[in-house]
């Protein structure tokens, strides 16, 4: 196993040298020349001769920390462990009571959300409204040759006040966000997160503009908190990460220079392989890291990850 951890400089540059064979005195000088680089991976990768598509990161681990509020005693955490917003929302956790005590209930799998038992519908970015909230839709018309024109999704007021949420239970999938690099004070100050699940400004944010009330969700939930939040800190394999391996983040144009450093050489992304994103990614982050140029690094792990409770370690902290 080999541990990635950007918040601690000395694990990082063990992993880093295991990972690609290098002696640590031979690796240290070129992080701090590379990191002078435009492109420091790049530079990196031409000194060491490294095949970036034949090193498997199968057994590579990203160091997160998540911040978080607990008001059960550690229960449902205990029970399902670390879970995304959308399982949140669905199984007994104290997230879902606390809507129930607000009259507010989301139906992940229908798409529907429910206030004081009126129900409306949350469209997809994309998707045909099932029917009008207006009773009459007025910007339906059709293209020239008789297709439903999408321009009535992106005008129709009330597509676009509840598109908010609906982009994070479906576009973003409620995944869940962790910090893999930055200040350790700006992590515990991230968003709201230290008082309350960033949702509820969401879902607040809904119920006033579609329902016409104003609700506290956020400081509701803060007066529970007895002015205490936690950080949670856990490996995870990068695969089970967005984007780290399964797809670009940057166009062709960025990765062509790279193309050349492969054990097999490729000559368009349609070849490149989980090792090869992975690696630009980790000898980039690495290099930022160890010279102190890396900035805020965020990872969202994929929607069926769950992170045991015997996995994590947790502190208490005070406001």
């Keep these: 196993m080999f541990s990635f951890n950007f918040f601690d400089n000395d694990i990082l540059l063990d992993s880093f040298c295991k990972l690609y064979n290098l002696d640590k ?9 590379a990191a002078t680089n435009f492109d420091c991976a790049l530079f990196f990768i031409k000194k060491t001769g490294l ?3 034949s090193i498997s990161v199968n057994d590579v681990f990203l160091h997160c920390k998540h911040i978080t509020t607990i008001n059960d005693d550690f229960q449902s955490l205990k029970r399902y462990g670390l ?3 959308n399982e949140a929302l669905t199984v007994d956790t104290p997230l879902k009571h606390f809507l129930d005590s607000h009259n507010i209930r989301i139906d992940i799998a229908n798409k529907t959300f429910t206030y004081k038992e009126i129900t409306i519908y949350l469209h997809q970015y994309k998707e045909d409204c099932i029917s009008c909230h207006y009773g009459e839709c007025k910007h339906h018309r059709l293209d ?4 439903l024109d ?3 999704k992106n005008c129709c007021v009330f597509r676009q006040k509840t598109l908010p949420l609906s982009l994070k239970l479906y576009s973003d999938k409620g995944e869940i966000e962790v910090h893999l690099a930055g200040n350790i004070k700006k992590v515990h100050d991230y968003s709201c997160v230290k008082y309350y699940p960033e949702i509820l400004i969401t879902i607040g944010n809904l119920i006033s503009e579609i329902f016409n009330e104003r609700k506290t969700l956020g400081q509701d939930w803060h007066n529970r908190q007895q002015g205490k939040y936690y950080c949670l800190s856990f490996d995870v394999n990068i695969s089970d990460f967005e984007y780290k391996t399964s797809r670009p983040i940057f166009d062709e144009h960025y990765y062509a220079p790279y193309f050349e450093f492969c054990k097999n050489p490729i000559s368009s992304l349609s070849f490149a392989n989980k090792n090869f994103y992975a690696n630009i990614y980790l000898i980039t ?3 930022g890291a160890i010279s102190d140029t890396l900035s805020d690094e965020y990872g969202q792990l994929l929607p069926h990850i769950k992170i045991p409770y015997e996995k994590m370690t947790i502190q208490e902290f005070n406001y």
Excluded: L, R, T, V
């Excluded at 005195?25 to 020349?33: D, S």
């Design 25 to 33: 005195n031979i690796a240290e000088p070129i992080i701090f020349e």
């Design 51 to 53: 095949q970036i598509d």
């Design 83 to 85: 879970i995304s917003a």
């Design 144 to 147: 020239w040759d008789g297709k």
């Design 150 to 152: 999408i321009d009535h």
């Design 285 to 287: 982050k690495s290099i």
